[in-house]
């Protein structure tokens, strides 16, 4: 009886710690994903807001030393612009890499609608995000004074992919520190169960030895 009542207090320890362990990986994952995906805003909105001030200040010429250091930025593997038709028919093609690359790029320029990628190997973690480069005629500076489009109109993308593979191994070495520290409490924890319900178990054994004696007569 005893036995098996501590066979069932260390299974639902051990389930529930389990089930901790595997909530931790995934909440510290989400958060960095978060992070990741709030760097690359913060990264998509200042190439953004460096080649409007390229453009007015008439140095675009110039934009690929800009993209060349915001691309060493740590965590950024790679980075890149695409022009739409639209800029491409009013400027031209532009730089041999600020072409459309993969199925990503075009949805991006279609839809004006951010896209976000995960890309994992066992070798690798990669986070791909698009933004669209939208024309606004109200924004400061005024698109139109440049571009011969309309407002709301898809000008280009910047696409950004993000090494993970870090985030991945940390997700993963602290949920295996949390299970690691769970070990010794998860025995602890065992341990005062089994001490505190021993005298109850030998009172009940007692109890259910009388009660059988008695009831084969032994009073």
């Known amino acids: 009886m005893q036995k098996k009542l501590s066979l069932i ?15 931790s990986a995934f ?7 978060k992070n990741a995906e709030e760097k690359a805003k913060i990264i998509a909105d ?9 453009m007015l200040s008439g140095t675009m010429e110039q934009r690929g030393f800009f993209l060349d250091k915001i691309t060493r ?22 730089l041999n890499n600020e072409t459309v690359r993969d199925d990503i790029d075009a949805q991006t320029l279609k839809t004006g609608v951010e896209h976000r990628v995960n890309e994992e190997t066992s070798q690798s973690a990669k986070l791909r995000i698009s933004t669209p480069y939208i024309a606004n ?3 400061s500076p005024n698109c139109m004074q440049c571009h011969q489009a309309k407002d709301g ?4 993308a910047i696409s950004i992919v993000f090494d993970i593979s870090d985030l991945r191994t940390n997700g993963i070495l602290t949920s295996l ?5 769970s070990i010794p409490i998860m025995f602890l924890v065992f341990g005062v169960i089994h001490r505190s319900t021993k005298p ?20």
Do not use: C
């Open 9 to 23: 207090i260390v299974g639902t320890i051990f389930l529930s710690f389990m089930l901790l362990i595997i909530v």
């Open 153 to 156: 109109e898809v000008l280009g």
């Open 137 to 139: 005629q109200h924004g």
């Open 27 to 33: 909440s510290i994952r989400h958060l960095g994903m």
């Open 46 to 54: 200042l190439v953004q807001d460096g080649l409007t001030a390229h």
């Open 73 to 94: 930025a740590k965590g950024v593997e790679s980075l890149w612009i695409v022009r739409s038709e639209s800029v491409v028919k009013q400027f031209g093609k532009g």
């Open 177 to 181: 520190a949390i299970f690691l520290f």
């Open 200 to 219: 109850l178990l030998e009172l009940f054994n007692s109890i259910n030895f009388v009660m059988h004696q008695a009831k084969n007569g032994d009073y």
